[in-house]
């Protein structure tokens, strides 16, 4: 979460204690191994804060993270590993994003901060990112990261823990199907669903909120799991409607959390709390952003 604003309200200070991305806006070309000799062929590329580098080392941010300045990158990148010759500009792949623009008034440690507005680079400024940084869907305060039962956070950076492998699920909440249902509806202006593209579902899949619940609470209970097209298309039309049906259901349903950790049901009602206030407004303007920045 980011409190610290830069040059305005709406402009956080980004730092490496959050799942925030950065999408690059224009293709990542890079030559491909083909049987006639390397292509270039044109690839998404993303990077993410968690991988924040070279930034403040006595100033920090939200709880003591790594602010980003002038000269500090996403260290590294990925969506164009099939380019394992090298960008046509760069002759690398899956390596760092770095920022061009960046606050002139106001500078950390004597250098430029870098707000979630500024434009970057991509893969060794192979391409570029014209939309910025893109944060979490609100600003909900969130804990670190650690699978425990009841855990709200980002996908992208919950499955990076390991520790409760088949123990535990993370559970998109609205469910992941109905936000990419969502997203095909704002493509086409609300009149007809169109396509997205593989970098909106990456970058929904990874930064769209999940809670943390037992595996089987999640395969008896959740009303998600395995969920048709169909009802997903319906969800869709009301996302905030859909995260409480989910929530009610998994806190309610005879195989749901309490069954099998009363006090995993307790973090869970709170966790559902803080999604449940955020607005299909909300949603759009997010899934809006995340089509902007992937330009589809």
Same mark, same amino acid.
């Given at each position: 979460?980011a409190t610290?604003?830069?040059?305005?309200?709406?402009?956080?200070?980004v730092?490496?204690?959050?799942?925030?991305?950065?999408?690059?806006?224009?293709?990542?070309?890079?030559k491909?191994?083909?049987?006639?000799g390397?292509?270039?062929?044109?690839?998404?590329?993303m990077s /993410?804060s @968690? =991988?924040?580098?070279?930034?403040?080392?006595? +100033? &920090?941010?939200? #709880?003591? !993270?790594?602010?980003a300045?002038?000269?500090?990158?996403?260290?590294m990148?990925?969506?164009?590993?099939?380019?394992?010759?090298?960008g046509?500009k760069?002759?690398?792949?899956k /390596?760092? @994003? =770095?920022?061009?623009?960046?606050?002139?008034? +106001? &500078?950390?440690? #004597?250098k !430029?901060?870098?707000?979630?507005?500024?434009?970057?680079?991509?893969?060794?400024?192979?391409t570029?990112d014209?939309?910025?940084?893109?944060?979490?869907?609100?600003?909900?305060?969130?804990?670190?990261?650690?699978?425990?039962?009841?855990?709200?956070?980002?996908?992208?950076?919950?499955?990076k823990n390991?520790?409760?492998?088949?123990?535990?699920?993370?559970?998109?909440?609205?469910?992941?199907?109905a936000?990419?249902?969502?997203?095909?509806?704002?493509?086409?202006?609300g009149?007809?669903?169109?396509?997205?593209?593989?970098?909106?579902?990456k970058a929904?899949?990874?930064?769209?909120l999940?809670?943390?619940?037992?595996?089987r609470?999640h395969?008896?209970?959740?009303?998600?799991?395995g969920?048709?097209?169909?009802?997903?298309?319906?969800?869709?039309?009301?996302?905030?409607?859909?995260?409480?049906?989910?929530?009610?259901?998994?806190?309610?349903?005879?195989?749901?959390?309490?069954?099998?950790?009363?006090?995993?049901?307790?973090?869970?009602?709170?966790?559902?709390?803080?999604?449940?206030?955020?607005?299909?407004?909300e949603?759009?303007?997010?899934?809006?952003k995340?089509r902007?920045?992937?330009k589809?």
């Amino acid at each position: 979460m980011a409190t610290v604003k830069v040059n305005g309200e709406l402009n956080g200070l980004v730092h490496k204690g959050a799942t925030w991305m950065s999408i690059a806006t224009l293709p990542d070309m890079c030559k491909t191994p083909t049987p006639g000799g390397p292509v270039p062929l044109p690839y998404p590329n993303m990077s /993410q804060s @968690s =991988t924040l580098s070279d930034g403040t080392t006595t +100033v &920090k941010a939200d #709880g003591g !993270n790594m602010a980003a300045i002038k000269g500090s990158k996403f260290s590294m990148s990925t969506g164009d590993e099939p380019g394992t010759v090298g960008g046509v500009k760069s002759n690398t792949f899956k /390596q760092a @994003s =770095t920022w061009f623009l960046y606050s002139f008034d +106001v &500078k950390l440690e #004597g250098k !430029n901060a870098c707000r979630f507005s500024d434009k970057k680079f991509q893969n060794n400024e192979n391409t570029a990112d014209a939309a910025g940084v893109i944060p979490i869907v609100v600003q909900i305060m969130l804990k670190d990261v650690e699978m425990k039962c009841g855990e709200l956070g980002q996908y992208g950076e919950q499955k990076k823990n390991k520790s409760q492998k088949g123990k535990r699920a993370r559970d998109h909440i609205p469910s992941k199907a109905a936000l990419k249902e969502r997203a095909k509806l704002l493509a086409g202006k609300g009149k007809k669903k169109v396509r997205i593209g593989k970098c909106v579902k990456k970058a929904i899949d990874d930064l769209a909120l999940t809670i943390v619940i037992p595996t089987r609470a999640h395969q008896r209970a959740s009303r998600t799991y395995g969920q048709s097209r169909a009802s997903a298309s319906t969800d869709a039309n009301d996302l905030q409607g859909a995260a409480k049906k989910d929530t009610d259901r998994m806190m309610s349903h005879k195989d749901g959390i309490k069954k099998y950790d009363q006090n995993c049901q307790d973090a869970y009602a709170k966790a559902a709390e803080a999604i449940n206030k955020i607005t299909n407004k909300e949603y759009d303007e997010w899934i809006q952003k995340i089509r902007k920045a992937c330009k589809s």
